[in-house]
T-cell receptor, first 119, second 111 residues
């Protein structure tokens, strides 16, 4: 099946620093990648939709200047949490949607997630 | 606003029991409903349902969709401790590709 990787799997940083999280589709090309945030005992909340070669579309309430998304190629999207604060501590998960012809285009394949802790 | 509601929110059973998890939804232009299993990390895909009344089956897991009543169920028979996880239901609309997730059902299977 399709594999999506994330790096790093966990990160601890000081308040005020920026953290970059990478999401890669390893064996397929993804025109669209999604970034989710999940707080403990809560469901996944979509933060933004990232399309290769264009600007990301952010969900209501998500600050685009704080959560910078870059989707530079069909296999890589990055999320940078700028000037992180303790309230940004969460589990960040990306998913990738395959291009036409590689499995079902309705299926999103999830990465293993990145646990961010901001001290 | 799209809405996906799962029930129960948590469930504790013994090994060997059969469980039924529910997912109801309200979306403007429904396209498909997906079930995921989430253990400690990110969700893993279980089923995608687009048509009413057609059961999807994978081992001890099965799922069916009712587009008239706007709900889906996920059945797990002969549960095992390895089935303990959060089961997430998500709905996709015809426009765009975003998924709207329910709150999840935390299933605990005790030996």
């Amino acid at each position: 099946g399709a594999v999506v990787s994330q790096h790093p799997s966990w990160v601890i940083c000081k308040s005020g620093t920026s953290v970059k999280i990478e999401c890669r589709s390893l064996d397929f090309q993804a025109t669209t990648m999604f970034w989710y945030r999940q707080f403990p005992k809560q469901s996944l909340m979509l933060m933004a939709t990232s399309n290769e070669g264009s600007k990301a579309t952010y969900e209501q309430g998500v600050e685009k200047d704080k959560f910078l998304i870059n989707h530079a190629s069909l296999t890589l999207s990055t999320l940078t949490v700028t000037s992180a604060h303790p309230e940004d501590s969460s589990f960040y998960i990306c998913s990738a949607r395959a291009v036409e012809g590689r499995g079902s285009t309705d299926t999103q394949y999830f990465g293993p997630g990145t646990r961010l802790t901001v001290l | 606003e799209d809405k996906v509601v799962q029930s129960p929110l948590s469930l504790v059973v013994h090994e060997g029991d059969t469980v039924t998890l529910n997912c109801s939804y309200e979306v403007t232009n429904f396209r498909s409903l997906l079930w995921y299993k989430q253990e400690k990390k990110a969700p893993t895909f279980l089923f995608m349902l687009t048509s009413s009344g057609i059961e999807k089956k994978s081992g001890r897991l099965s799922s069916i969709l009712d587009k008239k009543e706007l709900f889906s169920i996920l059945n797990i028979t002969a549960t095992q401790t390895g089935d303990s996880a959060v089961y997430l239901c998500a709905v996709k609309e015809t426009s765009g590709s975003r998924l709207t997730f329910g709150e999840g059902t935390q299933l605990t299977v005790n030996p």
